[in-house]
């Protein structure tokens, strides 16, 4: 985002510096209130997909050059409603002695490591190569296969209830071996 907003739209470091940092401590902070929407209000599914999508809209003003604060502001809503709800979904799947759910979750810390280790990578290599646009086409399209991952495999998730945060969404179904039927 520094080098996009020094190289491709001529603001200082110092400007580039302080929204970067700015975008980062909100996005850091709008998980609380995503959470708490997604729980009481909007559902798990929802903030899932209007998160993705929010960030995926973002990214792709970005790409065609729209106004930074609103594709920034975009990606940060986004977040707020993706980041919280992908665990707490995962988590809705097993009861809470399956064996299944801590492998589960290392699976997928795993997997957000390795995306945390290669988008860099990717989108580094990209703006140095291409320009930095095409970073952020880069992380349009990887929203937008977690979007269809997410959707083909909605069908397996338990039903939402927004309202009922204090209470488990789903126990998962036992099978004859006393273990977690959903995968």
């Known amino acids: 985002l520094v080098y996009y907003l020094t190289q491709d739209l001529g603001y200082s470091i110092k400007d580039a510096s302080l929204i970067y940092g700015t975008f980062l401590g909100v996005a850091y902070v709008t ?3 995503g959470g708490w929407l997604a729980d009481r209000f909007i559902g798990r599914s929802a903030a899932i997909i209007g998160g993705a999508l929010l960030k995926m809209a973002g990214y792709i003003g970005l790409l065609f050059g729209a106004n930074v604060t609103v ?3 975009a990606i940060v809503i986004g977040n707020g409603l993706f980041l919280p709800t992908l665990p707490a979904t995962l ?3 097993f009861s809470p002695n399956d064996p299944d759910r801590q492998r589960s979750f290392s699976f997928y810390y795993l997997a957000v490591s390795a995306g ?3 988008a860099p990578l990717i989108c580094g290599t990209l703006g140095e190569t291409f320009g930095w646009r095409y970073s952020f086409l880069a992380s349009a399209i990887g ?3 977690a ?3 997410f959707l083909a ?3 397996l998730l338990p039903p939402d209830r927004p309202g009922a945060a204090s209470q488990p969404i ?3 179904p036992i099978g004859a071996t006393g273990r977690s039927v959903i995968p």
Do not use: N, Q, T
Request: proline fraction near 4%; glycine fraction near 8%; hydrophobic fraction near 65%.
């Open 91 to 93: 988590g809705a799947l």
């Open 71 to 73: 594709c920034l502001a």
């Open 143 to 145: 929203l937008a296969a």
């Open 170 to 172: 789903h126990e998962a």
């Open 116 to 118: 945390a280790l290669l």
């Open 31 to 33: 998980p609380i209130l």
């Open 153 to 155: 495999g909605r069908h």
């Open 147 to 149: 979007i269809v991952i």
